[in-house]
């Protein structure tokens, strides 16, 4: 059974950055592109961005562009999220996704807290 793990959230300062990983276990991710989502509190789960199972990225939601960079080692089963210059409107939880044929998978989520 596929499980993916999240860390490196936590809290940081208005302009400061922070460093999202994502480890799977129980199953090879190689062949799957990857996402990654946040979810503030009253808000529907929005989707950051996604890289194709080569290392492209294939989507960057507007709000931030040019502040996040999406990665992955396949040899480590590892997906990264770069941020940078981040804002208050940054904050909330960030999950890492894979959906593999018709079955979803979520890792638990790791809190983003971004406040000075």
């Known amino acids: 059974q596929l499980q993916l793990a999240e860390a490196g959230g936590g809290l940081v300062q208005p302009g400061g950055s922070l460093r999202l990983s994502c480890v799977a276990s129980?199953?090879?991710?190689?062949?799957?592109?990857l996402a990654w989502y946040r979810q503030v509190p009253g808000k529907g789960r929005e989707l950051v961005k996604t890289?194709?199972?080569?290392?492209?990225?294939?989507y960057t939601a507007a709000s931030v562009r040019g502040r996040f960079n999406i990665s992955r080692d396949n040899a480590k089963k590892t997906l990264y999220l770069e941020m940078t210059s981040l804002n208050p409107e940054d904050t909330g939880v960030y999950y890492c996704?894979?959906?593999?044929?018709?079955?979803?998978?979520w890792g638990q989520g790791t809190q983003v807290t971004v406040s000075a």
């Open positions: 129980g199953g090879n991710l190689e062949y799957y592109a």
């Open positions: 890289i194709t199972n080569v290392g492209n990225t294939v």
């Open positions: 996704h894979v959906q593999m044929g018709m079955t979803p998978y």
